[in-house]
């Protein structure tokens, strides 16, 4: 089969090298799946870098991707969910990744059933972001009635955080340009603040819980708008020693994130609000959930941009280089 495999690690050149290897084999659990299409994200520049080694070490070369949809085509003899034929979509386990590719094999616990009338490239952008949600949910403890802020809420991560929010029974604000904001109160936003004329800052407190898409300045500035004791969990900003310790690294990688994170901690002390950073895994549960949250309110991700598989160099390039209104995608074309 056809494949984009990272070669080496280099920080001055993300490009993958397309080349034939053998189908993967499955395992007991696991499921073969025909690649339809992947979406094409940060991370796998990040990758391609050499910039998450602390967090997840790579045996080179390596099939690169991480988001994918596509069919089932053969089950492991022990798999009871899925039937060959089926289309799926899974954020792939960080210790096997594979989707740039037109075939993987991903652990049936990886995968969720897809939505009806998302599309193959639809799908292909939705599970990376809706687990990042649904994580980050999970770490703040969300209860029914309570009132998030989603910073930047009119990209790709507000049109999956908004409705699954709304979902889960929060009160949701965001801020963003004004011309957003009659799409992100259709998604189910309950005020929205335009960042031009308005300062959140200014305008909030004793808000239980703010999903940071900002990092940077932003992020102490986040904090002020938290009640005592709310919880602020990240996409952008530094990764602490709770990070590694959740993410069960080794004690000397923990020691060395609690190190970097100490002045975001510190920060967060301050305040006396508690700060999360988060690196998205995979879990075919809460992505099972996501896609039957989805079929009744009908979410869309944000598309940019599509490339066929042979352009996939073209596709990181954007990612890492382009100005993006939405997901970028790789469909599984091969000539």
Known sequence: MKAAQVEKYNKANISLKIVDVDTPSIGEKDVLIKVLAAGVNPVDNLISRGEVKMIVSYKLPLIAGNEVVGTVEKIGSQVSNFQVGERVFARLPLEKIGAFAQYVSVAEDALARVPAYLSDVEAAATPLTALTVMQAYELMRVEAGKTIFISGGTGGVGAMAIPIAKAKGLHVITNGSADNEERVKALGADQFIDYKTQYYASLLS??????????????????????KGGTLVSLRGMPNGAFAKRMGLPWWKQLLFSFAGRSVDAAAARYGVNYHFIFVQSNGQQLQEVADIFEQVKVKPSIDAVYPFEDINIALDKIANGHSKGKTVMTMEVK
Do not use: I, W
């Open 206 to 227: 004793d808000v239980d819980y703010v999903l940071d898409t900002l990092g940077g300045a932003q992020l102490e500035k986040q904090f002020s708008v938290l009640k």
